[in-house]
C-alpha cells in the first residue's frame, strides 16, 4: 500500500531522554513535513523539507531536529531541550498542493 | 502575521441535517484552500480542496465555496451522517507553497442521532 508510515504509534520519554520518531514514504514525494498537535488545537508546524539533504524549520522547531538523507524518510528527534514534548505528532508528505498525512505517533513524558 | 480563522469551534446537528463551517483568511495572495477531516487518534485526510479561480466545488454531500472578495471560504455538509462525526480543518495557502500552509484551529462536528 502506498502512504505514510509513522513508528511508534505511542512512545514514553522519561525527562532529560532524547527520543526520534520515525517517518517512511513511498509516495515519491519530495516535501515532507512535521506538525505538532497538542489536544483540542490545532497543527503546528515543526521542521519541513522539500528536498533530500535539505530542511527548514517551521514556528515551532526549538527542541527539535530532524534529517533527510532519503527522500523516503524524515526522522524526528524531540530533545531533552523540549520543555512540554507531551502531544500527537503527525508526519506528511506532499506532491505540489496536497499534503498527505501519517496515522501520528503519541509522545508522552514520564 | 497571516492567519487563518475558523468558526464555530464546535457544531452540533441532527442526523440529516446540514452542517456549514467558515473559514476568514487574511493574506490576500492565497489562492489554495483545502478542507481536512480528522477522526479521533488518527491523521487529517483531505476530503475537498478548491482554488481561487472557482467559487464553488461540489463532491457528493460535500461542498467549498469561495468569496475571494470577502476573503472567506466555507465547508458544506448536506445530509448528515454520524460518521461525519470528527474534527475539521481548513487551511490557505499561495500555490506551491505547501509549507506555507496557515491553518485553521479547527471545529468539531457531532452528529446527534
Known amino acids: 500500500d502506498g502512504g505514510i508510515t509513522q513508528s511508534p504509534k505511542y512512545l514514553f520519554r522519561k525527562e532529560g531522554q532524547n527520543v526520534t520518531l520515525s517517518c517512511e514514504q513511498n509516495l515519491n514525494h519530495d516535501a515532507m513535513y512535521w506538525y505538532r498537535q497538542d489536544p483540542g488545537q490545532g497543527l503546528r508546524l515543526i521542521y519541513y523539507s522539500q528536498i533530500v539533504n535539505d530542511f527548514q524549520k517551521g514556528d515551532i522547531a526549538e527542541g527539535y531536529s530532524v534529517s533527510r538523507e532519503k527522500k523516503e524518510s524524515f526522522p524526528l528527534t524531540v530533545t531533552s531541550a523540549q520543555k512540554n514534548p507531551t502531544a500527537f505528532y503527525l508526519c506528511a508528505s506532499s506532491n505540489g498542493n496536497t499534503i498527505y498525512f501519517g496515522e501520528g505517533s503519541w509522545l508522552t513524558v514520564v | 502575521g497571516e492567519n487563518v480563522e475558523q468558526h464555530p469551534s464546535t457544531l452540533s446537528v441532527q442526523e440529516g441535517d446540514s452542517a456549514v463551517i467558515k473559514c476568514t483568511y487574511s493574506d490576500s495572495a492565497s489562492n489554495y484552500f483545502p478542507w481536512y477531516k480528522q477522526e479521533l487518534g488518527k491523521g487529517p485526510q483531505l476530503i475537498i480542496d478548491?482554488?481561487?479561480n472557482v467559487g464553488e466545488k461540489k463532491d457528493q454531500r460535500i461542498a467549498v465555496t469561495l468569496n475571494k472578495t470577502a476573503k472567506h471560504f466555507s465547508l458544506h455538509i448536506t445530509e448528515t451522517q454520524p460518521e461525519d462525526s470528527a474534527v475539521y480543518f481548513c487551511?490557505?495557502?499561495?500555490?506551491?507553497?505547501?509549507?506555507?500552509?496557515?491553518w485553521g484551529a479547527g471545529t468539531k462536528l457531532i452528529i446527534k442521532p
Open positions: 478548491i482554488r481561487s
Open positions: 487551511a490557505a495557502s499561495r500555490v506551491r507553497s505547501n509549507y506555507q500552509l496557515i
